[in-house]
């Protein structure tokens, strides 16, 4: 939970739902992405990648600073079928059949009170078990 002195500017970003323009291309994106919960088909090492966001805030958001929340998708190998997909010669109930159970994870961006315009802040999300990308936040101030 965020300190008093960091309260949430607004609603959670959702990192994958809310950007009309995403760089690598989003199959790309995604596919990379699944990598981190994938653990047997994931490449042994890979270096982290920045994935930029663009933030843009009110004069009053900048002076005041406080946590840009973004929710990421994270995923857990599905208890039921152990990851296969399937229970004996069907597919799984309770992950549809893709061995994955997605849900979100926060991630809190701290601004600083006085952020100036352009400022990068630069995240890892590994705590959230995303180990290939980390987060670049540019502040865009209105």
Do not use: Y
Not at 3 to 31: K, Q, T
Not at 34 to 52: I, M, V
């Amino acid at each position: 939970m965020p300190s008093p002195l960091f309260s949430p500017l607004w609603d959670p970003i959702r990192l994958f739902e809310e950007f009309e323009s995403i760089s690598p291309s989003r199959g790309e994106l995604v596919d990379r992405w699944r990598q981190n919960f994938d653990l047997p088909h994931a490449p042994k090492s890979q270096t982290p990648r920045e994935l930029s966001v663009d933030v843009t805030l009110s004069p009053e958001q900048a002076s005041s600073g406080g946590a840009v929340p973004i929710e990421i998708p994270v995923a857990q190998r599905c208890g039921r079928c152990d990851g296969t997909g399937s229970t004996g010669f069907f597919p799984c109930d309770q992950c549809d059949g893709h061995g994955m159970r997605w849900r979100t994870a926060r991630v809190d961006v701290l601004l600083p009170r006085g952020v100036r315009d352009g400022t990068v802040i630069q995240s890892a999300m590994s705590h959230a078990g995303v180990r290939n990308f980390f987060l670049s936040v540019r502040v865009c101030i209105a």
